[in-house]
T-cell receptor, first 115, second 111 residues
Framework: DTEVTQTPKHLVMGMTNKKSLKCEQH?????MYWYKQKAKKPPELMFV???????INESVPSRFSPECPNSSLLNLHLHALQPEDSALYLC??????????????FGEGSWLTVV | QKEVEQNSGPLSVPEGAIASLNCTYS??????FFWYRQYSGKSPELIMF????GDKEDGRFTAQLNKASQYVSLLIRDSQPSDSATYLC???????????FGTGTRLQVTL
């Protein structure tokens, strides 16, 4: 069982809604990630937090807003999304952002549908 | 552009046979290599990681890395129907927190 927990498992939202995806890891890891995965495609990196600071933003549109309240929690705030943003959103964590410790473990994902 | 390439498959093997999954990468500076298994509708699950040239074995799984030829492979011995999934190769290419994924190979283990 994964020690990266994501809620909710499924979310349906309208284009004018504001919602959030939540992620918690219980492994003492100091790096956390958001990935987006469309059907039959590999995961695509969105954001990386290392030691609670945003270290990588892969030019993600501002309608996606990440937040890292502490080293165990990671949120993704969603606002004014488009139907093409419907995807599986994966949270992940690793020991740290350094090369030697970067085995990345994924949560079970949140299925997002934008209507 | 850093790329990771995999044959999309499907790769079909009979139960009990060895499944061989291959991956090539373009960035010679790549340091660490990962295999994830992803069942349909589920999230990726880490199977193996390898950092050094040669073989690394874990149960029925063996990862093989050849940095000179820029390929990494995953062998699954005694394949079971439960191994049927998409296998994603992922490569860390220098920027510590970034993995580049291949498009995945779909494996089908037939009875």
């Amino acid at each position: 069982d994964t020690e990266v927990t994501q809620t909710p498992k499924h979310l349906v939202m309208g284009m004018t809604n504001k919602k959030s995806l939540k992620c918690e890891q219980h492994m003492g890891h100091r790096a956390m990630y958001w990935y987006k995965q469309k059907a039959k495609k590999p995961p695509e990196l969105m954001f990386v937090y290392s030691y609670e600071k945003l270290s990588i933003n892969e030019s993600v549109p501002s309608r996606f807003s990440p937040e890292c309240p502490n080293s165990s929690l990671l949120n993704l705030h969603l606002h004014a999304l488009q139907p093409e943003d419907s995807a599986l959103y994966l949270c992940a964590s690793s020991q740290d952002g350094g090369l030697s410790g970067n085995t990345i473990y994924f949560g079970e994902g949140s299925w997002l549908t934008v209507v | 552009q850093k790329e990771v390439e995999q044959n999309s498959g499907p790769l079909s093997v009979p139960e009990g046979a060895i499944a061989s999954l291959n991956c090539t990468y373009s960035d010679r500076g790549s340091q660490s290599f990962f295999w994830y298994r992803q069942y349909s509708g589920k999230s990726p699950e880490l199977i193996m990681f390898i950092y050094s040239n040669g073989d690394k074995e874990d149960g029925r799984f063996t990862a093989q890395l050849n940095k000179a030829s820029q390929y990494v492979s995953l062998l699954i011995r005694d394949s079971q129907p439960s191994d049927s999934a998409t296998y994603l190769c992922a490569v860390n290419s220098g920027t510590a927190s970034k993995l580049t994924f291949g498009t995945g190979t779909r494996l089908q283990v037939t009875l």
